[in-house]
């Protein structure tokens, strides 16, 4: 295994709303792994600069944060348990003014260099699967296996949707609209920032869903992982 390790890490990969989550999830249980979703480390400090009103734009600000700022992922039945400096933030950091704040947060290069050594710190026995938009070309690049998810944009809007309605909690309802809106945002950013811009690795192998059924993604990326785990 690369860097040492005994088992391999997995690497998910893709833009918001090609299913990610639900993959990277089925993939540990199936496995016996442990799942490291990272996009909820990033929505944790993003709760946290929401909840101490710092400047989301503002990189002192949020560096500064960082170094007070401690985030454990715990695994439970239904996907992780999200820790804030001790506190469970798993469903208050599933709404959309989070999640809209989480991307703004990670464009800044020395947050993410700060999330990345979390991330690989978290990983570096292996064992995991990690999913993200940068772990197969930033935080472990050196993956055994590495993943990228996609779909067209309309069908992940549509996905996203139904997502943040099943846990939003807040007193103006969100809509469809808004949440593809929102999402098209996240993919400009994400695309085009400085550092560690989405994109899939050079040796990824890429799963478009956009047609797929959830069973059909789940046997697809189990085969990989086996031709990959077979001796």
């Known amino acids: 295994m ?3 390790r005994r088992r391999p890490v997995i690497a998910i990969d893709g833009p918001a709303g090609a299913g990610k989550s639900t993959l990277a999830a ?3 249980r199936r496995f016996g792994f442990l799942n490291l ?8 400090l993003a709760y946290k600069a929401i909840d101490a009103d710092l400047d989301l734009d503002s990189e002192a600000e949020l560096l500064a944060l960082c170094k007070v700022t401690q985030i454990a992922l715990e695994p439970a039945r239904d996907g992780n348990r999200v820790l804030l400096d001790g506190r469970d ?3 208050r950091i599933r709404d959309g003014d989070v999640t809209a704040a989480a991307s703004r947060a990670s464009v800044h290069p020395l947050v993410r260099e700060w999330m990345v050594a979390q991330q690989r710190a978290l990983g570096a026995a292996g064992g995991v699967v990690m999913e993200g938009r940068d772990i197969g070309t930033a935080v472990f690049p050196d993956a055994e296996v590495k993943i990228f998810l996609d779909a067209d944009p309309e069908v992940r809007g549509s996905r996203r949707y139904r997502q943040v309605a099943s846990h939003e909690h807040e007193a103006v309802p969100v809509t469809e609209t808004a949440v593809l809106v929102e999402m098209q945002a996240r993919d400009e950013r994400d695309r085009n920032r400085a550092q560690s811009p989405l994109r899939a690795a050079n040796d990824a192998i890429r799963i478009d869903s956009t047609a797929l059924s959830l069973d059909e993604v789940l046997a697809r ?3 990989i992982v086996c031709e990959h785990l077979r001796p």
């Open 2 to 4: 690369s860097g040492g």
């Open 89 to 91: 933030v798993s469903r």
């Open 26 to 28: 089925h993939l540990a």
């Open 221 to 223: 990326s189990e085969q």
């Open 37 to 44: 979703e990272t996009g909820a480390m990033y929505r944790a």
